[in-house]
């Protein structure tokens, strides 16, 4: 029988291949994106920049810290902001070989050196505790397939004091979202309940961070949380 984990890199290795749409529809920079957006996020690209740009807004200009990007997928979102920070030192790390792929070459063309990738699971990550300054995961949680293990372990591997930030999926701020997501994206393999609301992402989050703020962008939560 073939696992959840396998399910969804499976899933996600098709998507590698065809990053374009992938990349279109997660920037909303295509005709073919824009259309899935509106169908099943009810965003336009100023709702789509509100939220990307909510998830990074807790690392400054110039960090220089220790960052670990997980999951990074096709680094269509980060890459572009990792290139801003050039004395970081990044590791990317992802479940899905073919996704991370075409992250490391968009790195490579952008002639970032800075950044290390590594094919690996949430929730069990090869790294020391309070190893980073920040954690930085978009899109992720409702892919996931085991989150408490990937909550655990990205609050693991944070120094005190680090900075948890991103964003994902959450269920409850609208049914037809809810509708698609049932029928199309759990079905294929993207996206794994159980889904949290906006509510129960802020109580889980205040419980173990010392700062925590979330807020919601239609479907889409925004974390920023210190630890
Ligand atoms: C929706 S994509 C998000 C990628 C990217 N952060 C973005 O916003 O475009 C979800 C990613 O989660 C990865 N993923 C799923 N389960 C994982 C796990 N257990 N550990 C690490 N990555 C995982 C998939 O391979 C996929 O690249």
Known sequence: MVSRKD??????????????????????????????????????????????????EPIPSGFTG?????????GVLSVPVWKTLPDADITCLDYSEKMMESASSRAEVAGIGNITFMQGDV????????????????????????KE?????????????????????????????????????????????????EESLRERLSSSFSETNVYTVESIAVFNCRK
């Not at 990053?19 to 005709?31: A, L, P, R, V």
């Not at 220790?66 to 096709?74: D, Q, R, S």
């Not at 929730?123 to 085991?146: I, K, Q, R, W, Y």
């Open 149 to 197: 293990a990937a909550y655990r372990e990205t609050f693991r591997v944070l120094k005190p004091g680090g900075i948890f930030t991103g964003c994902f999926y959450v269920e409850g701020s609208n049914i037809r979202t809810d509708r698609m997501i049932r029928t199309f994206y759990i079905r294929s393999g993207f996206f794994t309940p159980p889904f949290e609301t």
């Open 7 to 56: 399910e969804i890199k499976n899933a996600y290795r098709s998507l590698g291949k065809a990053h374009s749409f992938y990349d279109g529809m997660i920037t909303g920079t295509t005709f073919a994106g824009r259309i899935v957006d509106r169908a099943v996020w009810h965003m336009d690209r100023e709702e789509i920049l509100e939220y990307q740009s909510g998830a990074f």
């Open 123 to 146: 929730g069990s990550l090869p790294f020391e505790d309070g190893t980073f300054d920040a954690v930085v995961s978009l899109n992720g949680f409702h892919a996931f397939p085991d």
């Open 66 to 74: 220790k960052i670990l990007e997980v999951p990074v997928g096709t």
